[in-house]
């Protein structure tokens, strides 16, 4: 199953696929296992980035397996595969994963106890109020203004737990850790979300009360004091980074632009900053880290407005 859903053939399985864990459990990030598999072929990376971002089999299917029967091989009970829904051409696979980077102080969840956590930590009574109030509190504007549904909102912020909680794993020590890591992806989340749909990109006509069509907008600058979230927009980075490093059509500043965007580092704009710009990206508002880009690139706001506007359309 594996193979199916990663794209690769059983030769590439233990080059790619190791990459692929090697980068859910922690021992590479992104940017590497994005490296490893371009360098062996380009055409496979956005089947394994949208395979890692989305697919439950891989975040919790077997990185549940992989864990315990690592674990095993120190004394603790060696898993059954099918207590995972472990499909059984992926059993010697998983096995062979070395995950000795990790603390065996870590422990490893059965199914029904993951899942009753990842319950809790997104979907529980106090979650729910929890994610109410943050959206009641600093998100009413974009639902009466932006036609946003409240619906979509929560929706947004518990899918972005709830991967945050798998990409986590097995890096947590209690169910109080796993609900801490979804209420600062939630809070994030919901900073990410503004700043995304106010982006002049999505102004859109609205009625107001006389019935005539107004466009609706915030101002960016309203949101200077909002951190750029530490892991923003997921889905917005990825793409991002794959429209990037992907399109042949695309001229080498916007692709560099791009890049900067998504947070990766680059001596020049580094230079230009006057600070790492991956670690200053996370230290300022993203709408003034966009800002000081544009700068560097020497690109107007219509020329970032109308880049993003077209970006959007394959985002979406």
């Known amino acids: 199953m594996l193979r199916e859903k990663l794209g690769l053939t059983s030769d590439e399985m233990t080059k790619l696929g190791g990459a692929t864990f090697a980068y859910l459990f922690h021992r590479i990030d992104q940017d590497q296992l994005v490296k490893i598999v371009k360098e062996h072929d380009e055409s496979k990376v956005e089947r394994i980035l949208e395979a890692v971002r989305r697919d439950g089999y891989l975040l919790r299917n077997c990185k549940l397996y992989a864990w315990a029967f690592f674990k095993s091989r120190h004394g603790f009970p060696k898993p059954r595969p099918k207590d995972y829904g472990i499909a059984r051409a992926d059993v010697a696979f998983l096995s062979r994963i070395n995950l000795s980077h990790i603390d065996l102080k870590y422990p490893a969840f059965t199914a029904d106890d993951y899942d009753a956590l990842i319950e809790g930590a997104t979907t529980s009574p106090s979650m729910e109020e929890y994610i109410g109030k943050f959206i009641s509190k600093s998100m009413t ?25 798998y990409m986590k794993y097995p890096c947590f020590e209690s169910a109080l850790h796993a ?10 989340t919901g900073k990410t979300l503004i700043t995304y749909h106010v982006s002049p990109s999505r102004q859109r006509l609205m009625i107001n009360a006389e019935g005539k069509f107004e466009a609706r907008n915030v101002n960016t600058e309203a949101l200077t004091d909002l951190e750029a979230p530490a892991s923003y927009m997921d889905h917005v980075k990825d793409y991002l980074e794959v429209l990037a490093k992907l399109s042949d059509r695309m001229r080498p500043d916007v692709q560099r632009f791009l890049l900067c965007c998504a947070g990766h580092y680059d001596p020049e704009f580094s230079q230009f900053l006057g600070s790492n710009n991956s670690e200053a990206i996370e230290d300022m508002a993203y709408s003034r880290y966009i800002g000081k880009a544009r700068k560097h690139f020497n690109y107007s706001e219509t020329q970032v407005t109308k880049l993003f506007a077209k970006l959007r359309l394959h985002m979406e």
């Open 179 to 188: 609900i801490n890591t979804a209420k600062t992806t939630i809070a994030n």
């Open 141 to 165: 504007f974009l639902i009466r203004s932006y036609n946003v549904k409240r619906d979509d909102l929560e929706h947004d912020m518990q899918a972005s737990a709830v991967r945050a909680i």
